[in-house]
């Protein structure tokens, strides 16, 4: 289907409503927002399950009173004693259990026969698999419906099985909204049940359809608003049929056997205005203007095919090909596609089918999946216009691209099938297959900015001041290098067909507008459907589905997917591309625009057309402000922050002795290659091999942690929550083989990259705060605190026996670690007051201590506690505290309990209060010497000092992510969350703040890589003093906004919170930081 078709198409009419202008509307006011208020078309079929889905109980009634010699009518009318207090609609709202209501029910057929009913044997036949199967016309009918993008839901009076399980035998993925009275507590026709079932589809009444065998239900649903069809039931014999409720299993009237789910699909297909039947998808008969002699064309194809004899041709059109017609024909048993230039004069250029002919040829010979061309004709006298043949290729196409009835890994399945073929498109050797002609080399995309803008020039009704804007824009920021090779022109989903059970493209269709040219334009071009509404008329969008959800990669993964598949490097400027390629489609429409103007088309839908063009245009002007954005966040910054701190800080590190210090003391030393130019601010200005890993990580982050947080989440909750979760295992080795592992370790304390990532800590800034937008992927990275913490530690002050011992099982994950310092007993964000004593004792020491507040003491993975105690309570303020490795499984460890944060356990670490009796360490395990626990508390909390900093950005990030995907989609007092002033109010708030926060981030890693970590202690205390803080505020606007929800353990918000919260004494309270701020600032900027 070629998109330049579809603009010119009537069909431009089903979607332009009130939401467009609305949205329209509201864009001009600075929201982004797409409602969509009704209109005139469907967007949901409600089915009735026995009697429309599957057959109705008294069908299967009456074939079981004919076995059983029962006279005919019995179970009906016992069925419907009692009406609505019966034993039969007690059962369907799970009032009486089966056994309950068949023993009921059996005694009152015994008495109404005076006879025992075997009324088991009733039921059994009843829920059998048997009998109880869906109708397959509405099993096709189902898929049509929902390929269109609709939503079915089944609405049913049923009852719970004996096995506890309600009788619904029927493929639950079919529809995307079930409601079953058993479960409900409520039947039909109580007008509860409908309005629950309407809610949860989201949809006004009038916006669905109900089918049902039932008077009393279709007239309940009638009167609530809903479209009704009757599907006809089988005959009743109407003097059974006594009271209101009687018809709650029987519609009294018409008494004649019908029993026809086809007729009721073909009152759904006159309701819906599309076909419900499999046949050949997508084709009716052929247009009377569009017909085509089919005597010589039935001559022409017993030549080409050499057949003999022949049956009758039969000839269908297809709905799509509007520019060039296509025809399905069969003939002897051959299923093949005709497609011919439209009869008329044409343009030299246009509706070249010899072209189409040609590419297909060519890329068949290099193994593209296209339909196999047959001939071309280029004699007119056969069927009047030139005209190719190929053969038909059966197989799914998928309208629309949320892919509904699919599951989340099949969806992307059939996108990563798609990304492949393009691969293999623009793979194609031009000189191999004879293409090197087939269009202009090089300079595609300033030749197709020229051609739309001269088109819509000649086009142009009004100022359109986005196209204006594009109209410079777009060649001030052509492209630099472009490829050549094969382009489609108009690739996305719907012309792709797909293998009916497998994701793989059996063949790519119209190539209308194929030449050669750049293939990202097609990139871009097949990503167009993210940035549409799913209302938008003729390219049905996905932009307001949950894309992650669906399993659909979101466009920015689907460019790296390509680029991955291509082994090309990531393609920067991805947004100049989507820019271009909306600007090409509102070029386009405002070409239909004009043409509606002057032709026949009603004023309302030119009104229409012309409003999607300014849509579309504003559109690839937010693509254009992207790129921009991304322009200048790769401008690197001229090295701003020597300025002043140069003339107060000391390179020279007091507290390491090993002399590695040259790494962070001296600027010109260091390594950090990517920020010793500039503060590297995003991670697209990161050097190409971290770029790839930041990459790497948020493809991680995506398609592994995020997708396992609600699983980790429950194991928290659960009673095994003391031990590991073993899918925090799995994800570790997973995040391990994919080289997403021991990020932390600052390429200043590992300068010969022997532990970690070698990363500066600008670089793993980026990293890390990625990480923070899960509460979970530091551990899967093996980032966590408090091991980071003790890692660097040893890393910086071990030995080499304690490394061995310790660091390695750390490094490798096989371990887990704690720090034991803050003491009930004392204020400890002074570590100077801690009293647990160090005592040398033989060969060991021996420690005895109070502590509390240990985080991961708990976790059964703990091997080493590092302890920190006075081993010399005389000698000098800082020189009286030591730093013990303590293993585990020591004697006279005690964890007494563990400690809750506003009542969360953070299982299975945990923070522990614990007490130390007469706990004897060997004296190899001093870290450093004794007296030197203060420097290396300060020391281990260098660069991991910032890192819940950075992490809390990740939560910020995160937190207002998930408040902006929320008031966009709550309504709340007639409209969205997101067009009350106050939410507006505080998303701009929580953007600025994370922004300043961040920059502080940044600016502090970026002084620590270039100047070391003393140099940079005025900016660590300010960025402390200032992140727990912004994203406490943050967090807690996303939680106001998401309503009580927020605080629920549904979102991870409630644990952001906590945890944000938490750091403002876990990494020391605020008021220190902020005296270490004013003394420095009193010190050296009086
Ligand atoms: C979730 C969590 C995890 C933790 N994990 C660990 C761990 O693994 N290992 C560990 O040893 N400890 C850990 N801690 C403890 C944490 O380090 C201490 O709580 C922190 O150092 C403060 O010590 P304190 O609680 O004794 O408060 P105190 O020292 O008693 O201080 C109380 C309050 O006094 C005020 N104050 C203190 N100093 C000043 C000042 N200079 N100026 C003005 N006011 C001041 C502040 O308001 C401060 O909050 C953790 C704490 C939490 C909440």
């Known amino acids: 289907m070629c998109v330049r078709s579809c603009f010119q198409s009537p069909r431009l009419q089903w979607v332009w409503r009130t939401a467009f202008l609305k949205h329209t509307q509201r864009r001009h006011q600075g929201s982004h927002r797409w409602t969509h208020l009704g209109g005139s078309t469907y967007r949901a079929v409600i089915f009735d399950m026995g009697g429309v889905l599957i057959p109705s109980p008294g069908r299967v009634a009456a074939e079981w009173e004919v076995q059983n010699r029962i006279p005919s009518g019995t179970i009906l009318k016992a069925l419907m004693e009692g009406g609505e207090n019966g034993p039969w609609m007690r059962f369907m709202r799970a009032e009486i259990t089966a056994e309950g209501f068949l023993r009921e029910f059996g005694r009152l057929c015994s008495e109404m026969l005076k006879t025992s009913v075997p009324v088991d044997s009733f039921f059994s036949l009843l829920t059998s698999e048997r009998v109880a199967k869906q109708f397959p016309v509405m099993t096709e009918a189902i898929t049509q419906i929902r390929a269109k993008g609709l939503q079915t839901a089944v609405l049913s009076n049923n009852f719970y099985l004996p096995n506890q399980k309600s009788f619904l035998p029927l493929d639950r993925k079919q529809f995307d909204v079930i409601v079953e009275s058993c479960m409900e507590g409520i039947c039909k026709p109580d007008p509860r049940i409908y309005k629950l079932c309407l809610e949860q589809l989201g949809l006004q009444p009038s916006e669905s359809i109900f089918l049902d065998d039932l008077g009393t239900n279709l007239k309940e649903a009638a009167r609530l608003g809903i479209h009704t069809i009757k599907r006809q039931g089988f005959a009743v014999l109407p003097k059974l049929v006594s009271n209101s409720w009687a018809q709650a299993i029987y519609p009294p009237y018409p008494p004649k056997v019908v029993n026809d789910p086809e007729t009721a699909v073909k009152e759904l297909e006159a309701l819906l205005g599309f076909t419900l039947r499999v046949g050949v998808p997508n084709t009716r008969p052929v247009k009377k203007t569009m017909e085509i002699p089919k005597d010589s064309l039935q001559k022409y194809l017993k030549d080409l095919l050499g057949i003999q004899t022949t049956g009758p041709l039969e000839l269908l059109q297809f709905d799509h090909g509007q520019s060039n017609p296509t025809y399905y024909i069969r003939l002897a048993n051959r299923d093949l596609v005709l497609r011919k230039k439209p009869p008329g004069t044409l343009l030299p250029s246009a509706h070249a089918i010899e072209r189409e002919f040609r590419i297909m040829k060519a890329l068949a010979n290099a193994g593209v999946p296209v339909p196999n061309v047959l001939d071309l004709c280029e004699d007119s006298s056969v069927i009047g216009t030139p005209f190719y043949v190929m053969e038909y290729c059966p197989g799914l196409i998928y309208k629309d691209p949320s892919l509904p009835g699919l599951e989340p890994s099949h969806r992307r399945a059939i996108y990563t099938a798609m990304n492949t073929v393009l691969c293999k498109i623009h793979s194609v050797d031009l000189q191999a297959v004879g293409l090197e002609d087939y269009g202009k080399q090089g300079d595609y995309i300033p030749r197709q900015v020229r051609t739309w803008v001269k088109q819509y020039r000649a086009s142009e009704t009004s100022t359109i001041p986005a196209m204006e804007r594009l109209i410079e824009w777009l060649p001030l920021h052509l492209p630099r290098q472009q490829r050549t090779t094969v382009v489609h022109g108009d690739f996305r989903l719907d012309n792709l067909v797909f293998h009916p059970e497998e994701p793989e493209v059996l063949a790519v269709l119209d190539w209308e507008l194929s030449t050669l040219g750049d293939p990202l334009a097609d990139v871009a071009y097949s990503c167009l459907a993210h940035y549409l509404p799913s209302s938008f008329p003729v390219l049905r969008g996905i932009n307001d589905c949950d894309l992650t959800q669906l399993g659909i990669p979101a466009a920015e993964e689907y460019f790296r997917m390509y680029c991955l598949q291509m082994g090309l490097p990531p393609t920067e400027n991805w947004n100049f591309y989507m820019a271009f390629s909306f600007f090409r489609v509102a070029a386009i429409l405002q070409g239909v625009y004009k043409r509606s103007l002057t032709g026949q088309a009603s004023s309302t839908y030119a009104e229409q057309t012309g409003k999607l063009t300014e849509f579309v245009s504003n559109l690839a002007w937010d693509f254009a402000v992207k790129e ?300 450093l010497g004794p007296g030197r626990g203060f420097e290396i508390a300060q020391g281990r909390l260098g660069p991991g000092r910032i890192h819940h900093c950075m992490r809390l950005i990740g939560f910020s990030e995160r937190a207002l992510a998930l408040m902006k995907a929320r008031v966009k989609s709550r309504l709340a007092f007639g409209k969205p969350l997101v067009e009350q002033g106050t939410v507006l109010a505080d998303i701009a708030q929580s953007r600025v703040e994370i922004e300043q926060a961040r920059l502080l981030v940044l600016r502090a890693a970026h002084l620590m890589d270039l100047a070391g970590n003393k140099a940079a202690a005025l900016d660590i205390a300010m960025i402390k003093m200032v992140a727990p803080s912004m994203a406490s505020r943050v967090i807690d606007r996303a939680i106001q906004a998401f309503g009580a929800a927020g605080l629920s353990s549904d979102y991870p918000l409630a644990q952001f919170f906590t945890w944000a919260r938490a750091l403002r004494f876990a990494d020391g309270p605020d008021e220190v930081h902020r005296a270490t701020v004013a003394k420095l600032e009193l010190k050296h900027r009086i």
């Open 628 to 927: 921009g954005f991304r322009v200048f966040k790769e401008m690197p910054f001229t090295n701003p922050l020597t300025r002043s701190y140069h003339t107060w800080a000391r390179p020279q590190s007091q507290w390491c002795p090993t002399g590695s210090r040259s790494y962070s003391s001296v600027p010109e030393a260091s390594p950090a290659h990517t920020s010793r130019g500039g503060l590297v601010i995003s991670p697209e200005s990161l050097s190409p091999p971290v770029r790839e890993l930041y990459h790497r990580l948020k493809h991680f982050m995506e398609q592994r942690v995020y997708p396992a947080e609600p699983e980790l989440q429950s194991h928290q909750a659960s009673a095994a929550r003391w031990s590991p979760s073993p899918l925090i295992e799995d994800l570790k080795e997973k995040a391990k083989a994919e080289g997403l592992w021991n990020l932390f370790l600052p390429l200043e304390a590992d300068p010969e990259k022997k532990y970690g990532a070698g990363l500066t800590n600008v670089e793993y800034a980026h990293l890390c705060e990625l990480m923070g937008t899960s509460l979970y992927a530091p551990e899967v990275c093996n980032c966590s605190a408090p091991d980071t913490g003790n890692m660097e530690l040893l890393v910086r002050y071990g030995t080499e026996a304690q490394k061995a011992r310790w660091l390695i099982p750390l490094l490798e994950g096989k371990a887990r670690s704690c720090f034991a310092m803050t003491e009930p007993q004392v204020a400890s964000s002074d570590a100077t007051n801690i009293e647990a004593s160090i005592r040398e004792e033989d060969s060991f020491y021996v420690i005895n201590g109070h502590k509390w507040w240990i985080t991961g003491i708990l976790d059964p993975r703990c091997q080493l506690c590092v302890f920190m105690g006075k081993t010399d309570p005389h000698a000098p303020r800082h020189r009286q505290q030591s730093v013990l490795l303590v293993p585990m499984d020591t004697p006279g460890i005690k964890i007494i309990r563990p400690l809750t944060v506003y009542g969360l356990e953070d299982a299975p670490g945990g923070h522990g209060e614990v007490r130390f009796e007469h706990v004897r360490v060997p004296k190899e395990n001093m870290v």
